[in-house]
T-cell receptor, first 115, second 115 residues
Framework: AQKVTQAQTEISVVEKEDVTLDCVYETRDTTYYLFWYKQPPSGELVFLIR??????QNEISGRYSWNFQKSTSSFNFTITASQVVDSAVYFC????????????FGKGTRLSVIA | DVKVTQSSRYLVKRTGEKVFLECVQDMDHENMFWYRQDPGLGLRLIYF???????EKGDIPEGYSVSREKKERFSLILESASTNQTSMYLC??????????????FGPGTRLLVL
């Protein structure tokens, strides 16, 4: 069965610090997809990234970067030089390619960036 | 841009009332989903639909039903609302090219309070 674990329930950092949000997943499939979403205080989940299991290249988008390591079943998310606007709940999610299984979400990590 | 809209941002209902939560997407997506989000529990899948008039139970379907008469609209129905259904309800949609593995796009959510 597929499972996503976000061990960090809440993180607080001071503005301009770097912060890494951990995501560990479990799956028996060799083909799967990993996602990160951001949920700001307004409530809407905003899609950040989708990765397939065959693409292990790390990705950088501005201050955001993602480190995908199949060897440790992890898909960690780093925010560089954090800003107050980064304060949100961040969700990692997994979907297996076999069958029509929807996304399985982790329980989320609440990030607070303090000015 | 994908647009998913939900009929209400906030809703207050009384125990025993029949409640309809409506979700509409404008991207011709085949797949639609209903989740509820509760503190400490993350997102839990209630029902999903991969086609018009199709529905599949998610992880917590008890006390809910759904209707998908048109491709763009997916309704969540609480037949007889109870206080333990007080929650944030999130609707999402995705294209159907890979079944459930495509990126899901979320609406703004409905915060339902049952008194």
């Amino acid at each position: 069965a597929q499972k996503v674990t976000q061990a960090q329930t809440e993180i607080s950092v001071v503005e301009k610090e770097d912060v890494t949000l951990d995501c560990v997943y479990e799956t028996r499939d060799t083909t799967y997809y990993l996602f990160w979403y951001k949920q700001p205080p307004s409530g809407e989940l905003v899609f950040l990234i989708r990765r397939n299991s065959f693409d292990e290249q790390n990705e950088i988008s501005g201050r955001y970067s993602w480190n995908f390591q199949k060897s440790t079943s992890s898909f960690n998310f780093t925010i560089t030089a954090s800003q107050v606007v980064d304060s949100a709940v961040y969700f990692c999610a997994l979907s297996e390619a076999s069958g029509n299984t929807p996304l399985v979400f982790g329980k989320g990590t609440r990030l607070s960036v303090i000015a | 841009d994908v647009k998913v809209t939900q009929s209400s941002r906030y809703l207050v209902k009384r125990t025993g009332e029949k409640v309809f939560l409506e979700c509409v997407q404008d991207m011709d997506h085949e797949n639609m989903f209903w989740y509820r989000q509760d503190p400490g529990l993350g997102l839990r899948l209630i029902y999903f639909s991969y086609d018009v008039k199709m529905k599949e139970k998610g992880d917590i379907p008890e006390g809910y039903s759904v209707s998908r008469e048109k491709k763009e609209r997916f309704s969540l129905i609480l037949e007889s609302a109870s206080t333990n259904q007080t929650s944030m309800y999130l609707c999402a949609s995705s294209s159907g090219s890979l079944g459930g593995q495509e990126t899901q796009y979320f609406g703004p959510g409905t915060r339902l309070l049952v008194l």
